[in-house]
Structures are given as C-alpha cells and as structure tokens.
C-alpha cells in the first residue's frame, strides 16, 4: 500500500533531524553536551555566527515542503510571536536588517504624516562611528544625517550632543543604533526627542534581548528594527524586522513601502481584506480601480520568504538562552582579562561608570540601568600600550579567533562620504571633531560573545590575549 503525503512528510523530517545532528553538530550552543572537541590552534573560534539544533533544519525543511515559499502562515505566526515577547503593537517582516532600516526611515516620508512627514532636505540626527546602513537611508531618501560623536566607553552617540544638534524647523528624526548590544542613552534621547516632537528610530539590530530600565531596546522609539543576519542574536540566514511600537497608522505606511507601494494591506494570497477592493477612488484613477493595484508611494519588495520565517520561529523559542549565553560569555571575558586595563580600555554598559572583578559594574547617580546582551566584546588598545590595534587583531587572526572593527569606523572618513562631501558639501553635517568616533575608529577591536562559544573557546581566546600583551 501507497503511504500517505502525510506519511512520506513524517519519514523526510524524521530523516532530516538525523542528518541534522550528523552534519551540524558544530552549530549547536557551545555548552551542548554534543558538540565537536575544540582544538587550540587548529579550530577555528569565529566572532559570530550560526547557532542552531536539528529544531531549525526540520522546520525549514516542513515549510519548503509545504511549498508555501513566499511570506505566509510562518511570516505571519513569527511576526506575531516576535511582537508579543518585545511588547510592540506590530512586527513586519523583512529581508534584512538594512531593509528593515530602509523601510523605517521612509515610512515617515509618507504624504499621510502630514506636517510631520519627513522631506528631502530635512535633517535627521545619527551617530558617527557604526554600520553605514544605519545611515544610508537617511541620504538615499534625500535628507540629511546630522553627525554627533560617539563615547569610546560605550560606543554609543553622545546624547549631550544632541541639542547642539537641533536646529528648529529642520531637524525632525533621531535615528541611531544602540551599538554592539550596549543600549544608548534612552533617558535622555526620548526626553529630547518628545521636547523637539522628533521621531525616534532605534536601530536594535545588534541588541535584541537588551533591556534599558528594565524595558526591551526597541521599543522607545516610534519605530524600530531588527536583523537576522547569521551573526545576530538570531537568524534566518538573511532576514530583518520592523517593529511599530505604538501608532499603529505607522504599520500601514511601513507595510506599504515593503510591500511595492501599494495602498492595499491584504496578504499574499488574500483579496478584499478592506471589503472595499473595488470600492475606493484615489489619485487621479477612476472610481473602483482594484485597490490591490493602486500605490501611495513609491516603494520596494522587501519580504523574506515564509521557510526563512520558519528558522526564525525556532530561534526565537532559544532567544532567553541565546542572550543568557552572550552576557555569561562577556562576563567570563572581562574577568579573565582584568589584568589588562593598563593597556586596554573595556566597553562599559551605558549608565556604568567602571567594572571590578569584585563587585560588577558601578553605576552613575542617574538611577537608569542597562542589561547588554552583548553583540561582542570589545577592547580598545590604549594609546600608551606597547602595541597597536592592528597589531593585536593580526596576532588573534594568526590564533584563527575571529575579530573585527568596530564596522565602518567613523564613518565621514569612509570614502563614501569623502565622495559625497567633496560633490555635495551640505550633504551632511558634523557637530565637534568626532574625537571619539575617531578614536573608537582607530584602536577598536571585538572579539565574539555569541552563543556556539565553547568554554575552551572562551579560555583560549583570553589566554591568547593575555599572553600577547604581557609579552610587551
């Protein structure tokens, strides 16, 4: 007898997990029992990447099978997920945690904001040293990043800076990201933002899971974004969110922009969610015109795909581990290399005024507190060391443990904007000399923090480090 489509489904998953756990036995969270020995020297410690359980591989297989494929049931059960644990009236998914940025800046361009929308010459508060994705969309949509500083100590903007910032009239947004899991200054950035009535994006692409008085990062601003690249908190393989964290009027417009343009919000497979598809008469189109073809704004298509969604739902069930993971493993960092601060400058929780083996961190008199679920561990290489910055990352690259940068650095010294500063002078704008963007921007360097670290891992990497430095 024949068996059953249900039947051959079971059998394939059933199949899939096996190879899984044959094949991916590397992926799985560093303190799994079953998890390939560590070889100093010879295996390789990346700074970040794919954490995943035979969970992942099935699901994503299920969904393909289902051949669905295009953003459906999956996208819609993870943006719902999603929305509820962060506490946000609406998630939409997106491709990438860029697009996820593209989309929260344009929304507000919309015609439909009224007074509030913003238009190209506008200007738009960021911080200098980052991800130029964080910035890009502000250019790409014809207004202008106003640059601050960034603190070396948390690498986050410099909030003090933001009145020097505000011109009356033409600054309209904050857009910025809370840097390498560390939230930025939110006391003090949404009391400006509400005194100036600017819109607030957070960029919590490298932060999900970080928590700021309490209360998750992204959920501050009026928007906010999120990436599932590999080396985030959780992933998809490609994959970002939008989140709309209280008017929901945002949503609409968000959507709209991902989706094409289009005024119509129904899914992808559904008609007449509005029970009014033939029923509207908008722009210059005559009465009737099917409002599944009819755009508001000038848009892009912007969706991942529902098996993607499908990875996504099983990382999200592992997200409490992943961010317990990223703080233990830090903590177990910095204290295996107390010794160093002669030489190296740690990276300090926003609110955290220093750090002893002893006692933790220590806090200013403000009475906010920060929770990082750190993105990774950074050390800046003082300038009174017998090394330099790239000194110690090409040792730690010859060790094969994983480093980078922090990003593009200052980004007004990237030749991106060298370019457009020389074509356009009033592109963008500067506040101060960016002392601290520079300084981040040449004795920066991070190591990883991600879930798949072993405890060998751990203790090599810092005894790698160790030993460089005290070889001086």
Known sequence: MSRTPAEIKAEILRLTREYSAAAHAANRPGKHAQIPPFVPGQT?????????????????????????????????AF??????????????LVNSGSSANLVALAALTSPKLGERQ???????????????????????????????????STLNGSADQLEAAFIPGKTK????????????DLAAT????????????????????????????????????????????????EGGAVNIVREMKLKVLAESFRDWGR?????????????????????ELPEGYDHKYIYSHLGYNLKPLDPQAAIGRQQLKKLP????????????????????????QFQLPTHATGWTSSAGFMWDKTGHRTECSWFGFMMLVKKNAPFTRNQLAKHLDEAKIGNRMLFGGNLVRQPAFVSLQKQNPGAFRVIGDLSGADRIMAEAVFVGTYPGLTPAMLDYMATTISNFAKKF
């Open 44 to 76: 390789t410690v990346p700074y970040a990447g794919r954490v995943f359980t035979e969970d992942e591989v099935e699901a994503a297989v299920s969904s393909t099978l289902d051949f669905w494929l295009t953003l459906g049931p999956e996208g819609e």
């Open 79 to 92: 943006e719902n997920e999603l929305a509820v644990l962060l506490g946000v009236k609406k998630t939409l």
């Open 118 to 152: 913003l238009r190209p010459g506008d200007e738009v508060i960021t911080s200098a040293a980052g991800f130029p994705t964080t910035v890009a969309p502000i250019l790409q949509n014809g207004c202008v990043p106003v640059f601050i500083d960034n603190d070396p």
């Open 173 to 184: 947004a904050v857009m910025m990201a809370h840097t390498l899991g560390n939230p930025f």
């Open 190 to 237: 949404t009391e400006f933002c509400q005194r100036h009535n600017l819109w607030l994006i957070e960029d919590n692409c490298d932060a999900l899971g970080c928590r700021y008085d309490g209360k998750f990062t992204g959920t501050f601003g009026d928007l906010s974004t999120q990436s599932f690249y590999p080396p985030h908190h959780l992933t998809m393989g």
């Open 263 to 283: 005024d119509c919000w129904c899914p992808s497979g559904k008609d007449n969610t509005c029970h009014k598809r033939f029923g509207w008469q908008l722009g």
């Open 321 to 344: 581990s992943f961010i317990q993971a990223r703080m233990d493993n830090w903590a177990q960092l910095r204290a295996k290399l107390a010794d160093l601060e002669e030489f190296i």
